[in-house]
């Protein structure tokens, strides 16, 4: 049988949980703040929509000489951030797309779209407590990472459905991981799981046959 807590261990717990949750308010506030304020240079987004910008009227490759991309940042007006285009030449071919509409409208699709695809993750990886998803939004992470436009949301559901995925339908499975690699640091991601799979071979097809599809589609489009 379990003690039963002291009436001043509760307050204590009470003011703690207080106290954090203030804090934690508070940082999130500040966060929110320096991501939406006019002179706030580091918007994620602003950097992937001036490289679609950029390759659909420069050269392509030249997206990767920061002094360029600058300049040409210059050129569009606003407030863009100046962190220099570090991705892999096959994002261009959803950046491009995605940079004919105008900014205001670029990143309310990419915020609504991403997030839209980690909650279908969320919830299909939270059967039968599906409505735990609902957390999700709510998380000071979430909110960060719709203000500034970044690429959490598109992370967290590439690899929650490729790890589902990976267990019943190992090719598809090895695929959506092998689409973690649109970012640098994650590639990695793919080789640590991949070989944990039922049939490790096909989840490796899967992601080789992607990441090879799209390597060959930018070089087609782009050149690199």
């Known amino acids: 049988m379990s003690a039963v807590p002291h009436p001043r ?25 320096l991501l939406l304020g006019p002179g706030f240079p ?15 009227q420069q050269p392509a490759a030249q997206v990767y000489d920061a002094a360029a991309l600058q300049a040409f940042r210059h050129g569009l007006g606003g407030t863009l951030s100046s962190s220099p285009f570090l991705y892999p030449p096959p994002d261009l071919l959803l950046l ?20 839209g695809l980690a909650l279908l993750s969320a919830a299909l990886a939270l059967r039968p407590q599906r409505w735990l998803w609902l957390a999700l939004p709510m998380a000071p992470a979430a ?22 995925l990976l267990w019943r339908r190992p090719a598809w499975g090895g695929a959506l991981l092998g689409l973690l690699a649109f970012k640098p640091q994650l590639a990695l991601l793919p080789l640590l799981l991949l070989p944990f799979a039922p049939r490790p071979g096909a989840a490796v097809a899967g992601a080789g ?15 690199v």
């Open 9 to 33: 261990q509760r307050r204590l717990a009470a003011l703690l949980a207080v106290v954090v949750l203030a804090a934690g308010t508070a940082l999130l506030l500040v966060e929110l703040s």
């Open 42 to 56: 580091g918007n994620d987004f602003t950097v992937l929509w001036s490289a679609g910008r950029f390759a659909a």
């Open 96 to 115: 491009v797309p995605l940079a004919q509409l105008p900014l205001p409208a670029a990143v309310a699709l990419w915020n609504g779209a991403t997030l």
């Open 143 to 164: 909110l960060i990472t719709l203000a500034a436009g970044q690429t959490g949301f598109l992370e967290a559901a590439l690899a929650l459905g490729g790890a589902q």
């Open 209 to 223: 046959a992607i990441l090879l599809g799209l390597l060959l589609a930018s070089l087609a489009a782009f050149g």
